[in-house]
């Protein structure tokens, strides 16, 4: 099966805010069944899945509903990805046919033709290549830990870590987080704050080694794989401002992190980043405040 996202006019987009959650739930559903008349499809081939996306990028909020479309693998039928194009066609000259006549269709914006949304299998080649990268970080890791016994070798992983987590949440702002807009300021905020903290302090205690993120510092004493960069040692004044700009940054990342889980809840369609940025995240989280324990009992 696929899934299809019809956007509704604003006009639509207004009567629809103001039903209550149960009478969205009928509209949805009503919906389903007057476009299984007009397509024509069978009624059970269309069906809504309840809650909404907003839109607002024609300047307007407008409301995102989402249908899934069942396959069949009778050839005399016909197949979801031709109910949607059919769907399309239809809107496309929506004034002259059935669309206008009920109640519900006759919200739909012509100007935004049925799109499919992604399933994870779009994602599968960033998956694999996800998962090859982690293997091989495990085995050199491995490896490391039992040429290098002496060496914090998991400092190298963290800041790979916390690279990759600062992509995904810039990316995650940028293209994402507008689609629950109560949020895109808060995220943006965060985001800001929080980076220039990190690089600012970054520089100020080393301005040659590194610089973006401030729990990245800790590589550079881990004396990974005993490479001389990564033997670099920290007066103690440093170590306890890397510390401490550390739980400031666990500070920003909570919400942040609380952010995410509130885009989960309010959003249907799926998209890799912001999945990828939430476990990210949660695991920079986890990770600092295991460590700040263990740093504050020693």
């Known amino acids: 099966q696929i899934t299809g996202i019809i956007r509704l006019t604003s006009d639509g987009s207004s009567y629809y805010l103001s039903l209550s959650s149960v009478d969205q739930q009928k509209f949805n559903k009503q919906m389903a069944t007057d ?39 009778d050839l005399s039928r016909k197949s979801a990805y031709n109910i949607s194009q059919d769907f399309n066609t239809l809107l496309k000259y929506k004034k002259y046919n059935a669309l206008m006549n009920y109640n519900t269709t006759s919200l739909i914006d012509e100007n935004y033709p049925m799109t499919i949304a992604p399933f994870l299998r779009e994602y ?34 963290k800041t790979i870590i ?32 929080s980076t220039s903290i990190n690089i600012v302090s970054s520089f100020l205690i080393i301005v040659h080694e590194i610089a973006g993120h401030i729990e990245a510092l800790y590589a550079l004493s881990s004396r990974f794989g005993t ?25 920003f990342g909570i919400p942040q992190f609380i952010i995410q889980i509130l885009f989960r809840l309010r959003t249907i369609s799926f998209n890799i980043i912001p999945q990828l940025a939430l476990v990210s995240n949660a695991t920079i989280i986890a990770y600092n405040i295991l460590s700040g324990i263990y740093k504050v009992q020693v």
């Open 35 to 73: 476009l299984s008349y007009i397509i024509p499809v069978d009624v059970n081939r269309i069906t809504p899945i309840n809650g909404f996306e907003k839109d607002i990028s024609t300047g307007t909020l407008q409301i995102l509903l989402f249908f899934n479309i069942k396959d069949t693998t």
């Open 124 to 157: 599968l080649v960033l998956i694999i290549i996800i998962i090859a990268a982690l293997v091989v970080l495990v085995i050199l890791y491995l490896l490391a830990s039992w040429k290098f016994k002496k060496a914090d070798n998991f400092a190298i992983f």
């Open 162 to 193: 916390i690279v990759v987590d600062l992509g995904l949440r810039i990316l995650f702002v940028i293209n994402d987080v507008h689609k629950v807009p109560e949020l895109w300021w808060p995220s943006l905020i965060i985001l800001v704050i």
């Open 227 to 251: 490479l001389k960069i990564f033997s670099t040692t920290f007066s103690k004044t440093a170590e306890n401002t890397i510390f401490w700009v550390g739980i400031l940054g666990l500070i």
